[in-house]
């Protein structure tokens, strides 16, 4: 597996993962309305290349398919991390989260952790700062602003 440098050319095989992966590993803990306001198949790709383009963006690469990503801004805001869901458990989230958390300097990392990856999250140390409710068209999603200090 190779870790690099995010490139406009990856913003639309991105998009896919992040719908795909939404609608399924996060399928166990969010209903079928809530996926479907979270990940709706139709992000604007200038905005959310504009986005990577902004922060440390790295993408998990295998076999030549992109099987993860993430982005933090250089306030040490964890913006999205997501691994596809063919290539969950095997270290890519940690890899990823890993290089970004060392490529900002912040006195902290924060995230809005989904229900789905709170877990994931409080194992590397993160702690819960509040349960939120966010509200995605009318449709209430549950996260969790969450913080780990650097040290």
Avoid at 13 to 23: G, K, N, P, S
Avoid at 57 to 80: C, H, P, Q, S
Wanted: hydrophobic letters at 40%; aromatic letters at 10%; charged letters at 25%.
């Amino acid at each position: 597996m190779i870790i690099r440098k995010y490139k406009p050319e990856d913003c639309k095989y991105i998009a896919e993962l992040f719908y795909d992966t939404v609608h399924t590993v996060n399928a166990k803990d969010y209903d079928q309305e809530q996926l479907n306001v979270w990940a709706t198949g139709s992000v604007d790709l200038n905005e959310w290349n504009n986005s990577f383009m902004e922060h440390v963006t790295l993408v998990a690469v295998e076999d030549d398919r992109i099987v993860g990503f993430g982005d933090i801004e250089k306030t040490g805001y964890l913006n999205r991390l997501y691994v596809h869901k063919d290539y969950q458990n095997q270290g890519i989230a940690t890899i990823l989260c890993n290089g970004l958390e060392k490529s900002v300097d912040a006195d902290a990392i924060t995230t809005c952790a989904s229900i789905t990856a709170k877990q994931f999250f409080i194992r590397r140390g993160f702690k819960i700062i509040k349960e939120q409710e966010v509200i995605r068209r009318g449709v209430l999603l549950t996260n969790y602003l969450m913080k780990k200090s650097i040290e």
